[in-house]
C-alpha cells in the first residue's frame, strides 16, 4: 500500500534553501539598505548634526547610531542567522562561530558628513568564510550606488566600472596619508589629488578608475573595507597588505596593517614604491 503525500513529514526547517545563497540577491538586497540608511543620515543632517567623542576620540553623531540600527533589523530579517560587526554595535564573540556575517559601517567618513562634505558614505557587505561575497556602497550627496557581486562584476550606478589600466607611477592619480604620498613622489611623478576621508569611498574611487591608487594607514577596520574591497576587486583591481596578501575579514581582532589598492598593472611598482 502506498504511502498518502498528505501524511508524509514536513522537511525540518533547518533544511529550507538560504534565500541570500545566490551573491546577487543579497547585493540587491544590501543595494536597498544602503540607499534607503543614507537617506536618514541625510535627513538627520538637515535637522542639526549631534554630535561626540568615543573612547577613541573618533566622532559619533546621532545618525550613525541610528543608521546602524535600521541596518541591523533590516539586514537581520534576511539573515537572522548571520553574525553582525559593525562600528557602532558592541562586538558580540559569536560572530566568529558564523560562516557568514554582515558587515557594516553607518557611516564611513564621519568628519566629512559633519562638516556638510560629499565624502561619505554608507556601506555594507556580506562575508562568507572571511571574504566578501556581496557588498554595497551609496554616496548620497553625490547619489552614487556602488554595487559588487563575488564573480559577477562592480558597477555604479547601474553601468559597469573598471579599475585602471595605468602601468607606472608617472602621472598617476593618488590619494592617502601623507607618508605614503612621499614615498611615492621619490619614486616618480605620481598626481596628489583632494583627500577623500572616507577610506571606502577612496577605494571606491580606485574601483571606476578615478584614482590610479589609494592607500590606508594601518588599523583600518573591517567595516571600513569589506564592501569596497569587493568593489575594486570586481572591477578589476586590488587591495592587499604590503606584502601583497589579500584581506581576511571577520578575525577575532577585526582590524588590518597598511594597505594598497590600485589596477592590477600598477599595483607591483606601487608596493616597492612605498615599502
Known amino acids: 500500500m502506498s504511502e498518502n503525500a498528505a501524511d508524509r513529514p514536513t522537511p525540518p526547517q533547518a533544511h529550507r534553501a538560504d534565500p541570500l545563497a ?15 540608511a543614507g537617506a536618514v543620515a541625510v535627513a538627520m543632517f538637515r535637522d542639526g548634526v549631534k554630535s561626540w567623542s568615543k573612547h577613541n576620540d573618533s566622532p559619533v553623531t546621532e545618525a550613525d547610531l541610528a543608521v546602524d ?10 539573515g537572522p542567522d548571520y553574525g553582525w560587526l559593525s562600528e557602532e554595535t558592541v ?18 567618513g564621519t568628519r566629512a558628513y559633519m562638516a556638510g562634505g560629499a565624502d561619505w558614505c554608507v556601506e555594507a557587505a556580506l562575508v ?6 556581496a557588498g554595497a556602497l551609496f554616496a548620497p550627496v553625490t547619489e552614487e550606488l556602488f554595487i559588487a557581486v563575488r564573480g559577477g562584476g562592480a558597477t555604479r550606478n547601474g553601468r559597469a566600472i573598471e579599475a585602471s589600466q595605468a602601468p607606472n607611477l608617472a602621472g598617476a592619480r593618488v590619494d592617502g596619508p601623507v607618508p605614503f604620498l612621499n614615498h611615492i613622489d621619490r619614486a616618480g611623478t605620481a598626481h596628489r589629488v583632494q583627500r577623500i576621508r572616507s577610506l571606502a569611498l577612496r577605494i571606491a574611487r580606485v574601483a571606476t578608475g578615478e584614482l590610479d591608487a589609494a592607500f590606508a594607514s594601518p588599523n583600518g577596520n573591517d567595516w571600513d573595507l569589506a564592501a569596497a574591497d569587493l568593489l575594486v576587486h570586481e572591477a578589476g583591481g586590488r587591495l592587499t ?31 616597492d614604491a612605498v615599502r
Do not use: K
Not at 69 to 78: D, I, K, P, T, V
Not at 128 to 133: H, K, N, Q
Not at 241 to 266: C, E, F, K, Q
Open 22 to 36: 545566490n551573491p546577487a540577491v543579497a547585493a540587491g538586497h544590501l543595494a536597498e539598505a544602503v540607499v534607503a
Open 69 to 78: 540600527l535600521m541596518l541591523r533589523e533590516r539586514l537581520s530579517l534576511l
Open 91 to 108: 562586538d558580540e564573540p559569536s560572530r566568529l562561530t558564523r560562516r557568514r556575517v554582515w558587515i557594516v559601517d553607518p557611516i564611513d
Open 128 to 133: 562568507e568564510d572571511g571574504r566578501p561575497i
Open 241 to 271: 597588505t604590503l606584502d601583497g596578501l589579500p584581506l581576511a575579514y571577520n578575525a577575532p581582532i577585526p582590524r588590518h596593517g597598511a594597505l594598497v589598492s590600485s589596477g592590477a598593472l600598477l599595483h607591483p611598482s606601487l608596493m
